[in-house]
C-alpha cells in the first residue's frame, strides 16, 4: 500500500526554524517526483514547493523562496521541508503529496495526513 | 487572492447534476492540464480528475471534468450526500502551481 507520513511540526517562534520529513512506503520513491502543500485551518490549499526524482530540480511559491529548502535522500525514501526564517502567515497543516510522474507539473496522486506548524511566540 | 476563480459555493440535491466552473489565463489552465481535488471534511485532498478529464481508478464515472481555453468545469451526475466535500482546481504556471480558493459543495 502507497502511504505518506508526516512529522516534524510542532510550535515554533517567529524566526524560528523547522524541518519537516515525510516519509514514503509502497513505491519506487526515486522515480516519483514530491510536493509539499499547506492549508491555513479553515481556509484554502496553498502549494509550497516541489522537487523532481533525482532531487536534482526543486521548485517554491514565492511566498516561501529563500526561506524554505526542499530535498529528498532517496535512500531513505524520505522527503524534507527545511523551513526557515518563519512568520506567523506560514502557520498551517502541511501536506507532503506524491507526484504521478518524475516531473513536478502532474498530479498530487497520494497525500499524507499532514503536519501542523504553528508560528506563534 | 487565488490566481484561478472558483465560485466559493454550490449545491444541489440528491439525484442532481451539479458544475463547479474554474477560470484562469494563459499562462495556467489555457496552457497546461487542470487537475481536481476533493477535500472531504477532516480529511486530506484527494486526487479526483487529473490532465482536464481523466479519472484514477476508483473515482466514479459520475465525475468528469473539462477544459476550454482558460477555463475548466467540473461536472458530478447523480449526486449524493458523500459528494459533500470542497472541490480544488489547480494547473501549472510557469514553474509553480496554482490552486482555486476552493467551492464547498452542499447536498441538500
Known amino acids: 500500500e502507497v502511504q505518506l507520513l508526516e512529522s516534524g511540526g510542532g510550535l515554533v517562534q517567529p524566526g524560528g526554524s523547522l524541518r519537516l520529513s515525510c516519509a514514503a512506503s509502497g513505491f519506487t520513491f526515486s522515480t516519483y517526483a514530491m510536493t509539499w502543500v499547506r492549508q491555513t485551518p479553515g481556509k484554502g490549499l496553498e502549494w509550497v514547493s516541489g522537487i523532481i526524482g533525482s532531487g536534482g530540480i526543486t521548485y517554491y511559491a514565492d511566498s516561501v523562496k529563500g526561506r524554505f529548502t526542499v530535498s529528498r535522500d532517496n535512500s531513505k525514501n524520505t522527503l524534507y521541508l527545511q523551513m526557515d526564517s518563519l512568520r506567523a502567515e506560514d502557520t498551517a497543516l502541511y501536506y507532503c503529496?506524491?507526484?504521478?510522474?518524475?516531473?513536478?507539473?502532474?498530479?498530487?496522486?497520494?497525500w499524507g495526513q499532514g503536519t501542523m506548524v504553528t508560528v506563534s511566540s | 487572492q487565488s490566481v484561478l476563480t472558483q465560485p466559493p459555493s454550490a449545491s444541489g440535491t440528491p439525484g442532481q447534476r451539479v458544475t463547479i466552473s474554474c477560470s484562469g489565463g494563459s499562462s495556467n489552465i489555457g496552457g497546461n492540464y487542470v487537475y481536481w481535488y476533493q477535500q472531504l471534511p477532516g480529511t486530506a485532498p484527494k486526487l479526483l480528475i487529473y490532465?482536464?478529464?481523466q479519472r484514477p481508478s476508483g473515482v466514479p464515472d459520475r465525475f468528469s471534468g473539462s477544459k476550454s481555453g482558460t477555463s475548466a468545469s467540473l461536472a458530478i451526475s447523480g449526486l449524493r450526500s458523500e459528494d459533500e466535500a470542497t472541490y480544488y482546481c489547480a494547473a501549472w504556471d510557469d514553474s509553480l502551481w496554482v490552486f482555486g480558493g476552493g467551492t464547498k459543495l452542499t447536498v441538500l
Open positions: 503529496a506524491k507526484i504521478y510522474s518524475y516531473a513536478v507539473n502532474d498530479a498530487f496522486d497520494i
Open positions: 490532465r482536464n478529464n
